[in-house]
């Protein structure tokens, strides 16, 4: 056997089952996973409350007859305006160092910090991929509703939000695969996710291609099996497609 | 105030731009139940925002709709309560392009709580009858051609058993061979005795079907009359230069 080949075959030995190294991919999977998991969900909540505060805002405000709910929606639409503007504005790894270290300073629960961190970041997202969809739905469709007697509520509800939902649905895609990817971060303040998993065999072994080249990879196929659920659900939602 | 109305409109004013466009300026229109009145005029003129706003689609500036005496131009007036009297069909059907004819039928009488699922799909079964649609109830509007499309949205009106129908150019978007059906359902509804306004470029239509003409240009009603006085005898200048270059 040539040399090289030796070489390799010892080497990723050493990376992988040496002292069950590959334990700390298995668990950099879970974690990475479990973040981007409840991280999407508190970043799906935080968009369709701010999309919905910023659309009807947009479209309702003059049509709104109680002043303290005019006033409450207008402080509410300003408040959504300076979220996204910071969140949008500022880079991902310099708010969760930020949420980490001065804003849950006291707390030692790193996994809660990472989700609320890449939560609240990706919900800025979110909100403006919901707020495009609903822009983009004709508003012949919302007339027809109020026309029929629904209210804005129904008629958002029952014929807007569903066709918003499969036209955003690439876009949310890309948004969760985006999260995905970005979680690779939280490895700085201390969470244990996939690419530290890596790193910390670096650490302990001085070896770089396999630990990188298998999160590479692990990556990948997360990310394809994810856009494979994507297209099934795609396809279903597209049955009214002729 | 005079309970032989169903709608009566004051003084109605509409402007955009803090007054720089005046598509309304000043409608006065009182409409008995059961009469069809088509509303003529050039592009631009407010005749569609004046349809629109009979439903407070587009909300006026100034002055008054009365619809069966309650004024819904009120703020306190819960608008909804009153669009479910008064059907609208659109140029652009608007139908619900993810969901069946059926439930496109039915999502207003069931969520409004005006029939159960079962008697709210019985109706509109019915009514896809009339309008010979019933084989289509299962298919979804895209696989429907214009005329269908519009057809269906006249009876989607229909479910809600309005007091009145407003069609804004129900025929305009359509391919000229599909037009004859969608009159057609138009002119059974007028039979049946449904108060109606109708925008349209259709002047046969007018001609057979209106009790009154009204002839808008300028954000006003310039000429209004049977549909014998608007297009054999018109009086203004306007309507005769606009008729003459549409007949």
């Given at each position: 056997?040539?040399?090289?080949i030796?070489?390799?075959?010892?080497?990723?030995?050493?990376?992988?089952?040496?002292?069950?190294?590959?334990?700390?991919?298995?668990?950099?999977?879970?974690?990475?996973?479990i973040?981007?998991?409840?991280?999407?969900?508190?970043?799906?909540i935080?968009g369709?409350?701010?999309a919905?505060?910023?659309?009807?805002?947009?479209?309702?405000?003059?049509?709104i007859k109680?002043?303290?709910?005019?006033c409450?929606?207008a402080?509410?639409?300003?408040?959504?305006?300076?979220?996204?503007?910071v969140i949008?504005?500022t880079p991902?790894?310099?708010?969760?160092?930020?949420?980490?270290?001065v804003?849950?300073?006291?707390s030692?629960?790193?996994?809660?910090?990472?989700i609320?961190?890449?939560?609240i970041?990706?919900?800025?997202?979110?909100?403006?991929?919901?707020?495009?969809?609903?822009?983009?739905?004709?508003?012949?469709?919302?007339e027809?509703?109020?026309?029929l007697?629904l209210?804005?509520?129904?008629?958002?509800?029952?014929?807007?939000?569903?066709?918003?939902?499969?036209?955003i649905?690439?876009?949310?895609?890309?948004?969760f695969?985006?999260?995905?990817?970005?979680?690779?971060?939280a490895?700085?303040?201390?969470?244990?996710?996939?690419?530290r998993?890596?790193?910390?065999?670096?650490?302990?072994?001085?070896?770089?291609?396999f630990?990188?080249?298998?999160i590479a990879?692990?990556?990948?196929?997360?990310?394809?099996?994810f856009?494979?659920?994507?297209?099934?659900?795609e396809r279903?939602?597209?049955?009214?497609?002729? | 105030?005079?309970?032989?109305?169903l709608?009566?409109?004051?003084?109605?004013?509409?402007h955009?731009k803090?007054?720089a466009?005046?598509?309304?300026?000043?409608?006065?229109?009182?409409?008995?139940?059961?009469?069809v009145?088509?509303?003529i005029?050039?592009?631009?003129?407010?005749?569609?925002?004046?349809?629109?706003?009979?439903?407070?689609?587009?909300v006026?500036?100034?002055?008054?709709i009365?619809?069966?005496?309650?004024?819904?131009?009120?703020?306190?007036?819960?608008?909804?309560?009153?669009?479910q009297?008064?059907?609208?069909?659109?140029?652009h059907f608007n139908?619900?392009?993810n969901?069946?004819?059926?439930d496109n039928?039915?999502?207003?009488?069931?969520?409004?709580?005006?029939?159960?699922k079962?008697?709210?799909?019985k109706?509109?079964?019915?009514?896809?009858?009339?309008?010979?649609?019933?084989?289509?109830?299962?298919?979804?509007?895209?696989?429907?051609s214009g005329?269908?499309?519009?057809?269906?949205?006249?009876?989607?009106?229909?479910c809600?058993?309005?007091?009145?129908?407003?069609?804004d150019?129900?025929?305009?978007?359509?391919?000229?061979?599909?037009v004859?059906?969608?009159?057609?359902?138009?002119?059974?509804?007028?039979?049946?005795?449904?108060?109606?306004?109708v925008?349209t470029?259709?002047?046969?239509?007018?001609?057979?079907?209106?009790d009154?003409v009204?002839?808008?240009?300028?954000?006003v009603i310039?000429?209004?009359?049977?549909?014998?006085?608007?297009?054999?005898?018109?009086?203004?200048?306007?309507?005769?230069?606009?008729?003459n270059?549409?007949?």
């Amino acid at each position: 056997m040539p040399e090289w080949i030796v070489k390799l075959q010892k080497d990723f030995i050493t990376a992988f089952v040496e002292d069950n190294r590959w334990k700390y991919l298995v668990e950099g999977i879970q974690n990475t996973i479990i973040l981007t998991f409840f991280a999407l969900i508190l970043g799906v909540i935080l968009g369709v409350v701010i999309a919905a505060v910023r659309t009807t805002y947009d479209k309702q405000y003059t049509e709104i007859k109680n002043p303290v709910g005019k006033c409450f929606l207008a402080v509410g639409n300003w408040f959504c305006k300076v979220y996204l503007t910071v969140i949008r504005g500022t880079p991902a790894m310099v708010q969760i160092l930020i949420i980490f270290f001065v804003i849950m300073a006291s707390s030692d629960n790193k996994m809660l910090c990472g989700i609320i961190a890449f939560g609240i970041n990706s919900g800025a997202y979110v909100a403006e991929i919901i707020r495009g969809g609903i822009m983009s739905i004709d508003g012949g469709q919302s007339e027809a509703g109020r026309s029929l007697g629904l209210n804005y509520v129904q008629t958002m509800w029952y014929i807007v939000l569903p066709q918003t939902f499969k036209n955003i649905l690439p876009a949310l895609a890309n948004e969760f695969i985006v999260l995905l990817k970005e979680t690779a971060i939280a490895g700085y303040v201390g969470v244990t996710d996939l690419t530290r998993g890596a790193n910390i065999i670096r650490g302990i072994t001085y070896q770089s291609l396999f630990p990188l080249l298998a999160i590479a990879a692990i990556y990948l196929v997360m990310v394809m099996f994810f856009t494979w659920l994507v297209e099934l659900l795609e396809r279903r939602l597209r049955k009214s497609e002729r | 105030m005079n309970g032989n109305h169903l709608i009566r409109v004051c003084g109605l004013k509409k402007h955009y731009k803090d007054g720089a466009i005046k598509a309304l300026n000043g409608v006065d229109l009182e409409v008995s139940k059961g009469e069809v009145i088509v509303i003529i005029g050039p592009s631009g003129c407010g005749k569609s925002t004046f349809l629109r706003s009979l439903n407070l689609l587009e909300v006026p500036n100034e002055g008054h709709i009365y619809l069966s005496d309650v004024d819904i131009t009120d703020r306190k007036v819960n608008i909804n309560h009153h669009r479910q009297k008064v059907g609208m069909v659109f140029q652009h059907f608007n139908l619900f392009p993810n969901m069946t004819i059926l439930d496109n039928m039915t999502l207003a009488p069931v969520k409004l709580k005006k029939a159960t699922k079962e008697q709210a799909e019985k109706k509109a079964m019915e009514l896809l009858r009339v309008v010979g649609l019933e084989d289509r109830a299962g298919a979804y509007p895209n696989q429907l051609s214009g005329g269908q499309k519009q057809r269906v949205a006249i009876v989607r009106a229909l479910c809600m058993e309005p007091e009145v129908m407003l069609f804004d150019e129900p025929t305009s978007a359509l391919d000229p061979e599909m037009v004859g059906e969608v009159l057609d359902v138009m002119k059974r509804l007028a039979a049946d005795g449904m108060t109606m306004l109708v925008v349209t470029h259709e002047m046969g239509f007018a001609r057979e079907v209106a009790d009154r003409v009204i002839f808008m240009d300028e954000g006003v009603i310039m000429e209004e009359g049977t549909p014998e006085e608007i297009f054999n005898h018109p009086k203004n200048e306007r309507t005769k230069s606009f008729l003459n270059k549409v007949l």
